[in-house]
């Protein structure tokens, strides 16, 4: 673990939190709202791993859509046995290396419709060191990456990242779609957010928590889940949410949807196949 800490700190030297993109972000504002596009973004990746009747058999799966339709136009699966044991804070080594292989195949023999951007099934800077699996794989493969979690991590970072202080904290201060909370710590580090989509004539519910799972915001107003946004990498926290937010067609956003749908049916029609390109 030693060793781990240390490459992790080594990569995280090359994290960038800014905007590092091959597309342009403009607001407009219509009827007294801000109204965000995004000029030139075509393709948006989405990856994910599923497992098997085990934890050591998983398919990777590297998903592409057609921005802004969210149309899958790309799919390739690998099935790989995870040889390291997960460590909590350590996810990355375990599960990145068929991610970015699957990354250097497209690259390679479908290069025009490489993601521009790509949102991760896991952690960015939501992370206990600010590293998770998706900035991880944003730095390795040079690409712009969001981490989108299902459930809050809590961090050591004061009161305020504790799972009370963020239940709270989100039931006072989002009240409507669109509205954003940040996951801000006591040392002033904000460590990614929490953000509700704006949907018409649907209303709020009110935020709760079942069992230690944190309910705390929407990406839909009508589902029943939160999801978690930071950043990953080339990117920054604001441009994460918006991005997410426009590829919220259910609770997850359609690019990791897509690909742990997908992924999930290839074990069931695949799983005697080694992967299919």
Same mark, same amino acid.
């Given at each position: 673990?030693?060793?781990?800490? &240390?490459?992790?700190?080594?990569?995280? *030297?090359?994290?960038?939190?800014?905007?590092?993109?091959?597309?342009?972000?403009?607001?407009?504002?219509?009827?007294?709202?801000?109204?965000?596009?995004?000029?030139?973004?075509?393709?948006?990746? /989405?990856?994910?791993?599923?497992?098997?009747?085990?934890?050591?058999?998983? @398919?990777?799966?590297?998903?592409?859509?057609?921005?802004?339709?969210?149309?899958? @136009?790309?799919?390739?699966?690998? *099935?790989?046995?995870?040889?390291?044991?997960?460590?909590? /804070?350590?996810?990355?080594? &375990?599960?990145?290396?068929? =991610?970015?292989? =699957?990354?250097?195949?497209?690259?390679?023999?479908?290069?025009?419709?490489?993601?521009?951007?790509?949102?991760?099934?896991?952690?960015?800077?939501?992370?206990?060191?600010? #590293?998770?699996?998706?900035?991880? =794989? /944003?730095?390795?493969?040079?690409?712009?990456?969001?981490?989108?979690?299902?459930? #809050?991590?809590?961090?050591?970072? /004061?009161?305020?990242?504790?799972?009370?202080?963020?239940?709270?904290?989100?039931?006072?201060?989002?009240?409507?779609?669109?509205?954003?909370?940040?996951?801000?710590?006591?040392?002033?580090?904000?460590?990614?957010?929490?953000?509700?989509?704006?949907?018409?004539?649907?209303?709020?519910?009110?935020?709760? #928590?079942?069992?230690?799972?944190?309910?705390?915001?929407?990406?839909?107003?009508?589902?029943?889940?939160?999801?978690?946004?930071?950043?990953?990498?080339?990117?920054?926290?604001?441009?994460?949410?918006? @991005?997410?937010?426009?590829?919220? &067609?259910?609770?997850?956003?359609?690019?990791?949807?897509?690909?742990?749908? &997908? *992924?999930?049916? #290839? @074990?069931?029609?695949?799983?005697?196949?080694?992967?299919?390109?």
């Amino acid at each position: 673990m030693e060793e781990w800490a &240390r490459v992790q700190t080594e990569l995280k *030297s090359k994290l960038i939190e800014t905007d590092d993109l091959k597309f342009t972000k403009t607001i407009k504002e219509e009827n007294g709202e801000q109204i965000v596009e995004f000029d030139e973004l075509s393709y948006i990746g /989405g990856v994910d791993l599923s497992f098997e009747n085990n934890e050591e058999n998983a @398919i990777a799966s590297l998903i592409v859509l057609k921005y802004p339709s969210l149309e899958v @136009i790309y799919e390739n699966f690998s *099935s790989v046995k995870l040889s390291l044991p997960y460590i909590a /804070g350590f996810l990355a080594f &375990r599960e990145v290396t068929p =991610l970015l292989d =699957l990354l250097r195949n497209l690259k390679k023999t479908n290069p025009d419709i490489f993601p521009q951007v790509i949102i991760v099934d896991g952690n960015g800077t939501l992370h206990p060191r600010r #590293f998770g699996l998706a900035s991880h =794989l /944003g730095v390795l493969a040079n690409v712009p990456t969001i981490g989108v979690g299902k459930n #809050f991590l809590q961090i050591d970072d /004061g009161e305020n990242l504790t799972m009370a202080h963020v239940k709270m904290a989100v039931k006072e201060k989002l009240k409507k779609g669109g509205d954003t909370y940040l996951l801000q710590g006591q040392s002033g580090v904000i460590w990614g957010a929490v953000c509700i989509k704006k949907r018409a004539q649907i209303y709020l519910r009110l935020i709760n #928590f079942i069992f230690y799972f944190l309910k705390a915001v929407r990406s839909l107003d009508n589902t029943t889940n939160p999801i978690f946004v930071s950043v990953g990498h080339r990117i920054s926290l604001d441009t994460s949410i918006q @991005i997410v937010l426009k590829c919220c &067609r259910y609770r997850i956003p359609e690019p990791t949807r897509q690909a742990d749908i &997908r *992924s999930r049916e #290839f @074990i069931r029609n695949h799983t005697s196949d080694q992967s299919v390109q």
